[in-house]
Each structure stands twice: as structure tokens, then as C-alpha cells.
């Protein structure tokens, strides 16, 4: 826009705005000295000012800030930056601002309210504002009769978050099952059906009333801070990821390694016990990835040893020479570390002297009690707390190898309100710890081992902790059915704001008074199509296959080999995370937004596009009503059966896997099975590509790079294959193209690609002028042909039907 038209119009909103207060309109003035200098109008009012500012043609942000405060710039959660040009236009009764192809603030004179329009229809809208009480600060919302909210974080209440006053502090819910109102991972964010989300850019605790009072009102409350909210509004549902994720920062691809298998318990007591949990995998050829160590490797019991913070020498002897010797086998190491220092502990002497803990009043560490014994926690707020509790990880990362970090108790699990932390109190940074804390160690990675990528385990974090590579889980939940039950609807909420990577302890965690093995074979069968595959128990019943009786290990054996089996398609779904921020497990109506019914359901979900997945999740399912999104027909992923979209069919169910459909049109690359993922690569690939005649062309891509360095797509350092395919009446023809980034050699791959859903002989099978040979299976209705793909090379192949 031509700046001095701009600087005009609005001077002629503050001519006209100025002459409406002499005719008692409310104050509204478009402050243009304010837009120029800082990017934002000012809206003064009797008790404050708005600050309002555009991010982008789809993300607008607003603060209030009170009389007697000052504006706070700074925020956890946002790295946007503002990037674009608005405008002000004015009426008789609005002034508009914004952009006329995207998101505006209309602000109403008299009666002076504020509602916020996206392509003409208004999204959401203030009800009564900014409200001051005896103990919290308010800011207060409009909602539609019929629209459903998510968010919130991590929650067991149902899809809908609607008719819940939720409190916002993140805190442990051991043993949880079908209802938790509080749980680990809490966030000031709200989603709605109608495809916008509300981010309150504020960090200290609170709680987030969605319409408890049956008044459809949204109100966000908290103890002090921030006023600030950010509108984000979305095209689809895909795109209202993107905007999102562009405002809070896209998570980076972990290592390759974190898709494969962990061995994890609570936990090893020893080197002698690791290191034979690991034969015992390679004796039964089960693949394995990575092993994670829990309390025991500082202590020989559970209380009074946290915060030594090194190897217990009597149990673990040797443990650099038992860390690289996994390592040589294709195993990492995964390290448990808490912030709290118990002051039995080795290192509390030195956390005293080198005044890294929180403190009191008076500034002496700050200890309390709590179920692991006495303590002070780590100051990551202090730079002197920050730099030692980095160095330790330094030290350990550099001279040990140890290949991730484990953060438990992040929320922090007891974190007294009269502590002080460096920049504020307890309840200030209570629900922003975890995310700094994941903020210290990818920082620290980048600084120190740059060409690594970081694996982040944590369980507590705040919106944007995405950005920093952290890899969520839902906590301590029940070992049992009910405990099942409710790990998808986590995941999908959690994935829809930014997580993407929230994931289950598989087979439960805590209780459980005997081993139960279809609950566990179920859950690992879920875990196929979920983010991170871990299971994890408490140790009284083993929570990896290789412990138990011989039918329940084949089943668990199944489920992994499948997980590697499709490394290339799980590998691409987190490129595309990364890309775009849309997270791996998809809810149905990201399919179909407009079926009403679809907008709660958690039971059936999407893994990427292509998968349709139903986890069984309760005892002797026989059957089970799956719903198939009208966009698609679907194919049985075991059998090749065909299911029409747009309905509930009921299926069979089977032993050895759960409900899992391919829509027609797919392309899924899958490859062998691996004893690990240092053996990848993808130079021979399965191809499979499920014909449906209604789809008369598709493409789908496989992402590639080194499973290792960091930002390798932005170095140029990846490769993309391309698969499409068209369909006419008497021929289905593919394309197979390859891009690579400046920096990563085209290779020659051995492809066999098997057509699903063919019911008769293809005539002829042809790669430019040469005939292949193929294999017809009548009883499968499959065509499988083998070639070589020069991948500098764009292959095309004509199949006449």
C-alpha cells in the first residue's frame, strides 16, 4: 500500500473518531503514531488500552493492558513475526481493521465491542472484556450456540472441551483412566469447529472456562501477566495447523531412530540387566532402536538418590563401554534426569554453592518435601542454573555418547507457589518450566553438537514446545482397558495444537496386579499407527515382548516388524509435520469437516492421509462399527477388501491386528524388516498402490535424508520421490520422479510395486518400450512387477487393463 494514502486514511479516522467522541460515540481512536513506530493501533478506554497488531492475513493479535500496567512484549509461546501491511477503514458505527482478504477487527463504537472476521463471517467475538476480581484477571468471549471447542491441552473429557471450567497448572495424574479434568501438559489454546483457534499468550496459572455455565461463553482467567491473545484463523483444517504452527514455530524431524522400538522400564538396576534385555531382543529377532534408563542408573533405590546425576558404579561398572557397545549394535542410550536435587544427594553440596536452585524470600535454596525425599529444584530461569544443568547434559552427550534425554516430573511435579525462580514465582513459570527446560537442551544442542538432532522426551510443556523437538506422553496411565481407552482422543487433541508427537506408554504404566496379554498385545498393535512406538510399565510386569510366553512375544514381533516395515511412510509423515505443521494422527474431520457427527469422535482416526485406523480397546471385541469418510473408498490393509466411504460398516476383528484401511488412490512405500534403523535406506522399496477406478489420479511423495542432521531438507541434504498415476478406461499409467536438494546423490532402486484391487489380468506392462513381466494373483486381485529406477531418471508406466 502507498504509505502516504495509508498515513491519509488514517488521519481521516482520527479526524472522524475525534469528531465522534463530541457526539458521545466511546473513544475509539486508530493511534496511527503507534502503527507507524511498533506496528499496532491503540484503543484507549476508560480502564486501559487495547494494543492490537496483524501478524498476517490470517493472524491477529490483541492486548490489553490495564491502567497502571505497562505493555510486556515478551512471550514464550510466539516467534512470528509481524509481516504485513494493514489497514484502517471507518463507518458510522465500526472502524475495521485489518486486511480485506483475510482476518480484520471490527470495533463497535457505541456500544463499544470488538469481534474479529475472517472472509466476512465472524469467527469469535469479546463479551464483556477485561475483567479485574480480588484474584484473577479475566478476559471474556462470545461463542456460537453449536460450535465445539478443543484444546486446552492434555485432557481426558471428550473431543469437546465444552461445558469444562479447566484449570490451567500442569500436575501428574498417576493411574488415570477414562476421566481427567488436569493431567501434565496443560495450554491456554482453544480451537473451534468453525476452524479458528484463541491463543492466550500468557504464562502464569490460571484457568480456561469453555461455556461451563451453559451461557456459550469462553473465558480465560489468570492470576496476573499477560492480557494477550492471538487470533489464528484457517482456510481448512490443514491450514489452520500451518497458520498455528507458523505462529509458535514447527517442530523439527527427530532422529530416524526415535520410529523404531524402544526397551524401556521402571526401570534397569543394572548394566547386567540392560545389557541382557538387548540379547534378548537380537536372540529373538525383534527389532530395537534404543534403550532408555530410568532412576536406577544414579541409585539403587527410588528415594533420597535423585539428583546424583551420575553412573551408580556398583550397578552400572562400566556404563561409557555399555553405552557405545550399544551403540555399535544400532542401540542408543536414553537417560532419565529430573530438575529436582535432593539434598541426600551427591550434587546438592555443589547446587548450593553454585546457586542454581529456586529460592526463598530471603534468597536461600528453597526446599520442600516431596515423594522422592527433601529437595531444591533447578533455577533453569538463573544462567548459573542453566549452564550447570547443561554442562551436565554436555558431558554426557560428548564423552558417553548417550543419544537422548529423558525429562520426567517437568510440570514440575511439586513446585511449591513461595518459591522464586529468577524471573518470577513459581506459579509465574509453573507451566512454562518444562518448555524452558526443553528450550535449554535444544539450545545446548545447537550450540554444542550441531550436526545432531536431539530426542526430548518430556511429559510437560506449553504451546510452542513443539519448536524445541520435544516429544510429549500422556503420563502415568493405568495399566488396563480404561486406561486404552482414551489414548487416542489425548493424541488427536494434543496433535491439533502443535504436538504432534504425543504418544502412550504401550501396555500401560502403573498397577495392574497381573499380566494381562490382550490388553498388552492390543496397545502395541494401536502403537503401530501412533507417533513414537515405547512401551513402558512399571517393572513388576515386564512391559517388553521379549519377557513373556511365546505367542504374546510373536504377536508383540508382528507389530514391530510392521512399524519398521513402514519406516518410508512414517518418516515422510513427520517431514511433512515438520513442513506444514499438521501432526501424524489426524482426526476424521480434518476428512470432513462438515458431518457434524465426526467433530467428537476419537475411536477412528486418520495415520497421515492415507491410513483409516480403529484400535480395539476393550476386552473380546469380535466386531466393531468403523466409520469410512465419504471422500474415499477403502481397502482393508491385510485383506484388500473394499469398503465404500461415507458410512458405518461393521468389521470383523482379527487377533493378530487391528482395523487398518488404505484409501483408494494410495501410494504406501514400505521396505523389509530391520533389526534397527541404522540399516536403512531406500534402495529396494515396496510400492503399494491401491487401484480404485473412481480416482482418476493421485500422487502421493517419500521423504529421504540421513535420519540424522539437522535441518538436513534446508541443506539441501534429502531427496523427495514422487508417485503418480492416472487412470482412463482401458489403461493406469505411473510416474515415478525423484528431487533432490543441492547437496544428496540420486540413486538406482530396485522397486516392486504391487497394484491392489486388479480383478482381471492386465494385458500388458510396459516402462517406456520395454515389457515387463508381472504376476497375477486372481485370489488377491494384486499385480506385482519388479523394475529398476534410476532415480535421475522420470519413469513412466503404462498398464493396459
Same mark, same amino acid.
Given at each position: 500500500?502507498?504509505?502516504?494514502?495509508?498515513?491519509?486514511?488514517?488521519?481521516?479516522?482520527?479526524?472522524?473518531?475525534?469528531?465522534?467522541?463530541?457526539?458521545?460515540?466511546?473513544?475509539?481512536?486508530?493511534?496511527?503514531? @503507534?502503527?507507524?513506530?511498533?506496528?499496532?493501533?491503540?484503543?484507549?478506554?476508560?480502564?486501559?488500552?487495547?494494543?492490537?497488531?496483524?501478524? =498476517?492475513?490470517?493472524?491477529?493479535?490483541?492486548?490489553?493492558?490495564?491502567?497502571?500496567?505497562?505493555?510486556?512484549?515478551?512471550?514464550?509461546?510466539? &516467534?512470528?513475526?509481524?509481516?504485513?501491511?494493514?489497514?484502517?477503514?471507518?463507518?458510522?458505527?465500526?472502524?475495521?481493521?485489518?486486511?480485506?482478504?483475510?482476518?480484520?477487527?471490527?470495533?463497535?463504537?457505541?456500544?463499544?465491542?470488538?469481534?474479529?472476521?475472517?472472509?466476512?463471517?465472524?469467527?469469535?467475538?469479546?463479551?464483556?472484556?477485561?475483567?479485574?476480581?480480588?484474584?484473577?484477571?479475566? !478476559?471474556?468471549?462470545?461463542?456460537?450456540?453449536?460450535?465445539?471447542?478443543?484444546?486446552?491441552?492434555?485432557?481426558?473429557?471428550?473431543?469437546?472441551?465444552?461445558?469444562?471450567?479447566?484449570?490451567?497448572?500442569?500436575?501428574?495424574?498417576?493411574?488415570?483412566?477414562?476421566?481427567?479434568?488436569?493431567?501434565?501438559? #496443560?495450554?491456554?489454546?482453544?480451537?473451534?469447529?468453525?476452524?479458528?483457534?484463541?491463543?492466550?499468550?500468557?504464562?502464569?496459572?490460571?484457568?480456561?472456562?469453555?461455556?461451563?455455565?451453559?451461557?456459550?461463553?469462553?473465558?480465560?482467567?489468570?492470576?496476573?501477566?499477560?492480557?494477550?491473545?492471538?487470533?489464528?484463523?484457517?482456510?481448512?483444517?490443514?491450514?489452520?495447523?500451518?497458520?498455528?504452527?507458523? $505462529?509458535?514455530?514447527?517442530?523439527?524431524?527427530?532422529?530416524?531412530?526415535?520410529?523404531?522400538?524402544?526397551? @524401556?522400564?521402571?526401570?534397569?538396576?543394572?548394566?547386567?540387566?540392560?545389557?541382557? #534385555?538387548?540379547?534378548?531382543?537380537?536372540?529373538?529377532?525383534?527389532? +530395537?532402536?534404543?534403550?532408555?534408563?530410568?532412576?536406577?542408573?544414579?541409585?539403587?533405590?527410588?528415594?533420597?538418590?535423585?539428583?546424583?546425576?551420575?553412573?551408580?558404579?556398583?550397578?552400572?561398572?562400566?556404563?561409557?563401554?555399555?553405552?557405545?557397545?550399544?551403540?555399535?549394535?544400532?542401540?542408543?542410550?536414553?537417560?532419565?534426569?529430573?530438575?529436582?536435587?535432593? =539434598?541426600?544427594?551427591?550434587?546438592?553440596?555443589?547446587?548450593?554453592?553454585?546457586?542454581?536452585?529456586?529460592?526463598?524470600? +530471603?534468597?536461600?535454596?528453597?526446599?520442600?518435601?516431596?515423594?522422592?525425599?527433601?529437595?531444591?529444584?533447578?533455577?533453569?530461569?538463573?544462567?548459573?542454573?542453566?549452564?550447570?544443568?547443561?554442562?551436565?547434559?554436555?558431558?554426557?552427550?560428548?564423552?558417553?555418547?548417550?543419544?537422548?534425554?529423558?525429562?520426567?516430573?517437568?510440570?514440575?511435579?511439586?513446585?511449591?507457589?513461595?518459591?522464586?525462580?529468577?524471573?518470577?514465582?513459581?506459579?509465574?513459570?509453573?507451566?512454562?518450566?518444562?518448555?524452558?527446560?526443553?528450550?535449554?537442551?535444544?539450545?545446548?544442542?545447537?550450540?554444542?553438537? /550441531?550436526?545432531?538432532?536431539?530426542?526430548?522426551?518430556?511429559?510437560?510443556?506449553?504451546?510452542?514446545?513443539?519448536?524445541?523437538?520435544?516429544?510429549?506422553?500422556?503420563?502415568?496411565?493405568?495399566?488396563?482397558?480404561?486406561?486404552?481407552?482414551? *489414548?487416542?482422543?489425548?493424541?488427536?487433541?494434543?496433535?491439533?495444537?502443535?504436538?504432534?508427537?504425543?504418544?502412550?506408554?504401550?501396555?500401560? %504404566?502403573?498397577?495392574?496386579?497381573?499380566?494381562?496379554?490382550?490388553?498388552?498385545?492390543?496397545?502395541?498393535?494401536?502403537?503401530?499407527?501412533?507417533?513414537?512406538?515405547? /512401551?513402558?510399565? *512399571?517393572?513388576?510386569?515386564?512391559?517388553?515382548?521379549?519377557?513373556?510366553?511365546?505367542?504374546?512375544?510373536?504377536?508383540?514381533?508382528?507389530? &514391530?516388524?510392521?512399524?519398521?516395515?513402514?519406516?518410508?511412510?512414517?518418516?515422510?509423515?513427520?517431514?511433512?509435520?515438520?513442513?506444514?505443521?499438521?501432526?501424524?494422527?489426524?482426526?476424521?474431520?480434518?476428512?470432513?469437516?462438515?458431518?457434524?457427527? +465426526?467433530?467428537?469422535?476419537?475411536?477412528?482416526? !486418520?495415520?497421515?492421509?492415507?491410513?483409516?485406523?480403529? /484400535?480395539?480397546?476393550?476386552?473380546?471385541?469380535?466386531?466393531?462399527?468403523?466409520?469410512?469418510?465419504?471422500? @474415499?473408498?477403502?481397502?482393508?490393509?491385510?485383506?484388500?477388501?473394499?469398503?465404500?466411504?461415507?458410512?458405518?460398516?461393521?468389521?470383523?476383528?482379527?487377533?493378530?491386528?487391528?482395523?487398518?484401511?488404505?484409501?483408494?488412490?494410495?501410494?504406501? /512405500?514400505?521396505?523389509? #524388516?530391520?533389526?534397527?534403523?541404522?540399516?536403512?535406506?531406500?534402495?529396494?522399496?515396496?510400492?503399494?498402490?491401491?487401484?480404485?477406478?473412481?480416482?482418476?489420479?493421485? *500422487?502421493?511423495? !517419500?521423504?529421504?535424508?540421513?535420519?540424522?542432521?539437522?535441518?538436513?531438507?534446508?541443506?539441501?541434504?534429502?531427496? !523427495?520421490?514422487? %508417485?503418480? =498415476?492416472?487412470?482412463?478406461?482401458?489403461?493406469?499409467?505411473?510416474?515415478?520422479?525423484?528431487?533432490?536438494?543441492?547437496?544428496?546423490?540420486?540413486?538406482?532402486?530396485?522397486?516392486? $510395486?504391487?497394484?491392489?484391487?486388479?480383478?482381471?489380468?492386465?494385458?500388458?506392462?510396459?516402462?517406456?518400450?520395454?515389457?515387463?513381466?508381472?504376476?497375477?494373483?486372481?485370489?488377491?486381485?494384486?499385480?506385482?512387477?519388479?523394475?529398476?529406477?534410476?532415480?535421475?531418471?522420470?519413469?513412466?508406466?503404462?498398464?493396459?487393463?
Amino acid at each position: 500500500m502507498n504509505s502516504r494514502f495509508f498515513y491519509v486514511l488514517l488521519l481521516g479516522a482520527l479526524t472522524f473518531l475525534t469528531v465522534s467522541c463530541k457526539h458521545n460515540y466511546s473513544d475509539v481512536i486508530a493511534n496511527y503514531s @503507534s502503527y507507524a513506530k511498533d506496528g499496532f493501533i491503540e484503543i484507549p478506554r476508560d480502564n486501559g488500552k487495547y494494543m492490537i497488531k496483524l501478524y =498476517s492475513n490470517k493472524i491477529v493479535e490483541t492486548s490489553f493492558i490495564p491502567t497502571g500496567e505497562t505493555y510486556n512484549a515478551s512471550s514464550h509461546a510466539v &516467534i512470528l513475526q509481524k509481516g504485513i501491511e494493514a489497514k484502517v477503514t471507518e463507518t458510522d458505527k465500526l472502524v475495521t481493521y485489518g486486511v480485506s482478504d483475510g482476518i480484520s477487527v471490527q470495533i463497535s463504537k457505541e456500544p463499544f465491542h470488538i469481534s474479529y472476521i475472517y472472509n466476512g463471517k465472524e469467527l469469535i467475538s469479546e463479551k464483556e472484556g477485561y475483567i479485574k476480581t480480588d484474584s484473577t484477571e479475566i !478476559l471474556n468471549f462470545n461463542l456460537d450456540k453449536e460450535e465445539v471447542i478443543y484444546g486446552a491441552g492434555s485432557r481426558v473429557v471428550g473431543m469437546n472441551r465444552r461445558g469444562n471450567r479447566l484449570q490451567l497448572y500442569n500436575r501428574a495424574h498417576y493411574g488415570y483412566e477414562t476421566r481427567s479434568e488436569l493431567m501434565n501438559y #496443560t495450554m491456554p489454546l482453544v480451537l473451534s469447529s468453525k476452524k479458528y483457534a484463541v491463543h492466550f499468550d500468557n504464562a502464569p496459572i490460571g484457568f480456561l472456562d469453555i461455556d461451563s455455565k451453559k451461557d456459550n461463553t469462553l473465558s480465560y482467567e489468570t492470576i496476573n501477566g499477560r492480557k494477550t491473545y492471538q487470533v489464528v484463523a484457517g482456510d481448512d483444517w490443514k491450514d489452520l495447523m500451518d497458520q498455528y504452527t507458523d $505462529l509458535t514455530g514447527k517442530q523439527p524431524l527427530p532422529p530416524r531412530w526415535a520410529f523404531g522400538n524402544f526397551a @524401556s522400564r521402571f526401570g534397569y538396576h543394572s548394566e547386567k540387566e540392560t545389557t541382557e #534385555t538387548i540379547e534378548k531382543f537380537k536372540k529373538d529377532s525383534i527389532p +530395537l532402536d534404543a534403550v532408555i534408563l530410568d532412576i536406577y542408573w544414579f541409585g539403587k533405590d527410588i528415594k533420597g538418590h535423585m539428583g546424583n546425576l551420575e553412573f551408580l558404579k556398583d550397578s552400572f561398572p562400566n556404563p561409557k563401554k555399555m553405552i557405545n557397545d550399544f551403540k555399535d549394535q544400532g542401540v542408543k542410550t536414553i537417560l532419565i534426569t529430573e530438575p529436582f536435587i535432593l =539434598s541426600t544427594s551427591k550434587k546438592w553440596e555443589e547446587a548450593v554453592s553454585e546457586k542454581v536452585l529456586g529460592k526463598d524470600s +530471603l534468597g536461600n535454596p528453597y526446599t520442600y518435601d516431596f515423594y522422592f525425599g527433601n529437595t531444591g529444584i533447578v533455577d533453569i530461569y538463573d544462567q548459573k542454573g542453566k549452564d550447570w544443568f547443561w554442562n551436565i547434559y554436555k558431558s554426557y552427550t560428548k564423552d558417553y555418547n548417550v543419544a537422548g534425554w529423558w525429562g520426567d516430573l517437568g510440570e514440575p511435579e511439586v513446585h511449591p507457589s513461595a518459591l522464586l525462580h529468577a524471573t518470577g514465582s513459581a506459579d509465574e513459570v509453573h507451566n512454562v518450566y518444562g518448555h524452558d527446560w526443553a528450550r535449554l537442551l535444544q539450545e545446548g544442542y545447537q550450540k554444542d553438537f /550441531p550436526n545432531q538432532r536431539p530426542f526430548i522426551l518430556m511429559r510437560a510443556g506449553y504451546s510452542g514446545s513443539q519448536r524445541f523437538g520435544m516429544i510429549p506422553w500422556s503420563g502415568d496411565v493405568s495399566r488396563s482397558w480404561g486406561g486404552l481407552q482414551p *489414548q487416542t482422543e489425548i493424541a488427536l487433541s494434543m496433535g491439533i495444537q502443535g504436538l504432534g508427537y504425543m504418544h502412550s506408554d504401550l501396555g500401560g %504404566f502403573a498397577g495392574g496386579e497381573k499380566f494381562d496379554p490382550e490388553l498388552y498385545t492390543r496397545w502395541l498393535q494401536y502403537g503401530v499407527f501412533q507417533p513414537i512406538y515405547r /512401551p513402558h510399565a *512399571q517393572e513388576h510386569i515386564a512391559p517388553e515382548p521379549v519377557f513373556h510366553d511365546t505367542k504374546t512375544k510373536e504377536l508383540a514381533k508382528k507389530s &514391530i516388524e510392521l512399524r519398521y516395515q513402514m519406516l518410508p511412510y512414517n518418516y515422510t509423515l513427520a517431514f511433512e509435520n515438520n513442513r506444514t505443521g499438521v501432526p501424524l494422527m489426524r482426526p476424521l474431520f480434518f476428512e470432513d469437516a462438515d458431518t457434524k457427527e +465426526l467433530q467428537t469422535v476419537s475411536n477412528t482416526y !486418520l495415520w497421515g492421509d492415507n491410513f483409516l485406523v480403529s /484400535p480395539i480397546v476393550k476386552s473380546g471385541v469380535a466386531s466393531k462399527d468403523v466409520y469410512f469418510p465419504k471422500t @474415499s473408498n477403502w481397502f482393508d490393509f491385510y485383506t484388500g477388501k473394499k469398503y465404500e466411504g461415507g458410512r458405518y460398516i461393521t468389521v470383523d476383528t482379527k487377533e493378530d491386528h487391528i482395523p487398518v484401511f488404505v484409501r483408494g488412490g494410495a501410494f504406501i /512405500p514400505m521396505i523389509s #524388516t530391520l533389526q534397527n534403523t541404522e540399516l536403512y535406506n531406500t534402495n529396494e522399496l515396496t510400492i503399494h498402490y491401491y487401484y480404485d477406478a473412481k480416482v482418476e489420479s493421485s *500422487q502421493d511423495t !517419500l521423504y529421504d535424508d540421513d535420519g540424522k542432521t539437522p535441518n538436513a531438507y534446508e541443506k539441501g541434504k534429502y531427496e !523427495l520421490l514422487a %508417485f503418480e =498415476s492416472t487412470i482412463t478406461d482401458s489403461m493406469l499409467s505411473f510416474d515415478f520422479k525423484a528431487e533432490t536438494g543441492t547437496d544428496f546423490k540420486k540413486t538406482t532402486r530396485d522397486i516392486t $510395486l504391487v497394484i491392489h484391487n486388479i480383478s482381471k489380468a492386465p494385458k500388458t506392462i510396459t516402462v517406456g518400450d520395454k515389457a515387463l513381466e508381472f504376476n497375477w494373483n486372481e485370489a488377491a486381485a494384486t499385480v506385482i512387477v519388479v523394475f529398476e529406477w534410476d532415480s535421475n531418471l522420470t519413469e513412466k508406466m503404462i498398464i493396459t487393463l
